[in-house]
């Protein structure tokens, strides 16, 4: 018996090593096929959030509302007050977020107005989300025919309806779906172990994905939700190959496959973008700070017409693209303001497109130029900004603060001081160092310092705030044999932000580099650190006929003589201007 057993095991072992190999293989393979160049010349596309949490569409004012039944699960206040209007909020949450189909009407969608307006904004693909994390599905899914759009809420095949509309309008079609669920029996994402969901894959998510592929042949796939499990456990390099071999050459995936994931397109979430141009990239991200539309948002949230568009064309300089959200109404309209941004984004790529579309990196993305501003005045540092930055015009990443003030005791006390941090904090009193925190957020990784302070000793401090990218993080707190860790009281205190400010990009194509002004430019400009230009080389202001002189130093300094394009003309062409410089 003994024997047996020990054969078994070593039976299991040899599985398992042939099963990680094909595995390996398998991303082997996957890594080897070219990714389609029309994702790479696209540069932007439309994704789209509408589900049943477009109904009480709520959220903080910095959350994703399309994580509305997670909310639930964890009753948060905010969203059990939103809910309440809508549904029972003492029934499980299956069943209260059910009831949210009964106000799901989708009675003015019309789903060739969506196609056309995406159209008119200048995408080349669209990324409807088919099913989020509800698991909820948006067409007649045989594998939840009870929870789908066909047979409640609008009592519609959204999927099927917008395809076809996008196609029309001449756009490439992309699913957004969810690989995990938190409601289904099978497994409960977050609430049953990690390691349990095979047989959710198996049984329910493989055959399910295949049946939506097969049935609409999308080119794009947007998988999500991978972050707990590994590529292995979902299966995931079986599915992208079988997704290949079916839809074709065309088709592409991103990278949110699990841990392990070795191929798709990149998908940075609110960001400044990246600078890895081995894979091609998309930051995906809305026209505010939330997916799922979220009434409860500010307008500073939105994103102006003219960020919005230099934020563009600083991901496409770098390589990258943009997959812009909007959040639609539980009507079935897109709000006016998201409307907006998509037509001034359009009208602008009319014009300026050529630097755009099937563009490449320049050796030089961008040129940029120190900035500062004082920060509003508080008496404490304590914050989380999410997706966002202190100050308007300020970036969400790649910036430092540093404040000043005063700490007096209380009184005789020892005291305990805290920082947390994301991602780096120092703390300087003095003159000495008596923090440093260079770790990301962990309650694990917080840094302590212990001092005694006499009565109405005062520590002058100096700290400094630096933030790389994703969110910006930072405490400073205190605590006393009477009191437990609260923020640092400080007197007087002041903060000055500084970054990097965006002046202008470069793109090239074919022998063309274009030149994207973020300032307006007067009757001259300049433009140092050029590459050599040829002597016949023709510059053009796009969107103008006005002829340009231009002359360039030895230094590279390249001037441009602008005083024969009219003023009016400048001023039309607006957010950004581009300079066409023909070799």
Request: with cysteine.
């Amino acid at each position: 018996m003994k024997r047996k057993s020990i054969l078994l095991l070593l039976l299991f072992i040899f599985q398992l090593s042939i099963f990680k190999s094909l595995c390996a293989q398998d991303w082997d393979a996957l890594g080897r096929r070219p990714y389609p160049q029309w994702f790479a010349d696209a540069k932007l596309g439309i994704f789209v959030h509408w589900g049943l949490y477009s109904v009480p569409a709520y959220a903080s004012k910095e959350g994703y509302s399309e994580w509305l039944y997670r909310g639930l699960m964890s009753r948060d206040p905010g969203r059990m007050r939103a809910m309440s209007y809508f549904a029972d909020t003492t029934l499980p949450v299956r069943e209260m977020y059910a009831q949210l189909t009964r106000h799901w009407h989708a009675e003015l969608w019309q789903p060739a107005d969506w196609a056309r307006l995406f159209r008119q904004a200048g995408a080349r693909y669209v990324v409807l989300v088919t099913k989020h994390h509800d698991g909820y599905s948006l067409w007649d899914d045989p594998y939840q025919p009870l929870w789908n759009s066909t047979v409640s809420g609008p009592r519609r095949n959204i999927v099927a309806e917008l395809t076809d509309a996008v196609r029309a309008e001449g756009l490439t079609m992309g699913f957004y779906y969810s690989l995990p669920e938190w409601s289904h029996p099978l497994h409960r994402w977050t609430l049953d172990p990690h390691d349990s969901i095979r047989r959710y894959v198996d049984s329910y998510m493989v055959p399910q994905f295949k049946h939506l592929v097969s049935t609409y042949r999308p080119e794009l796939i947007f998988a999500d939700g991978d972050w707990d499990f590994t590529a292995d456990q979902l299966r995931s390099a079986e599915l992208i190959d079988w997704y290949y071999r079916t839809v074709g050459p065309s088709a592409i995936v991103n990278d949110r496959w699990g841990q392990g994931t070795k191929h798709g397109f990149k998908t940075p979430e609110y960001s400044a973008g990246i600078a890895d141009t081995t894979r091609p990239w998309a930051e995906c991200r809305g026209i505010g700070r939330s997916f799922g539309l979220n009434r409860n948002e500010d307008l500073a949230n939105y994103l102006t017409p003219t960020a919005l568009i230099q934020h563009f064309c600083e991901l496409v300089a770098h390589g990258g693209g943009l997959t812009l959200n909007v959040g639609p109404y539980a009507d079935g309209t897109i709000p006016l303001i998201q409307q907006e941004r998509l037509l001034a984004l359009g009208q602008w790529l009319e014009v300026n497109g050529e630097a755009i579309y099937g563009s490449r990196p320049h050796a030089t993305p961008c040129h940029r130029v120190s900035d500062s501003a004082s920060l509003p005045h508080s008496t404490s540092i304590d914050f989380d900004w999410v997706r966002n930055a202190p100050m308007p015009g300020m970036p969400v990443d790649n910036f430092s603060i540093r404040w000043q003030g005063w700490f007096t005791a209380p009184g005789r006390a020892t005291y305990w001081l805290k920082a947390v941090a994301n991602d780096e904090m120092t703390v300087v009193s003095n003159g000495d160092t008596i923090l440093h925190h260079n770790h990301a957020w962990a309650e694990n990784n917080d840094v302590y310092c212990t001092g005694r302070l006499d009565r109405d000793q005062c520590l002058a401090l100096d700290i400094y705030y630096r933030e790389r990218d994703l969110e910006a993080t930072a405490s400073l707190l205190v605590s006393t044999d009477s009191l437990h860790f609260a923020p640092l009281p400080i007197d007087s205190l002041r903060g000055t932000a500084t970054w990097q400010r965006t002046v202008r990009c470069f793109t090239t194509k074919g022998d063309n580099l274009y030149v994207i002004e973020f300032e307006r430019p007067g009757s001259s400009l300049s433009i140092p650190d050029m590459p050599r230009l040829p002597k016949h080389a023709r510059i053009a202001l796009l969107g103008s006929t006005a002829p340009i002189p231009w002359r360039q130093k030895r230094d590279g300094t390249l001037s441009l003589d602008l005083s024969l394009v009219p003023h009016h003309e400048l001023d039309a062409l607006a957010h950004a201007w581009v300079f066409r410089i023909e070799k």
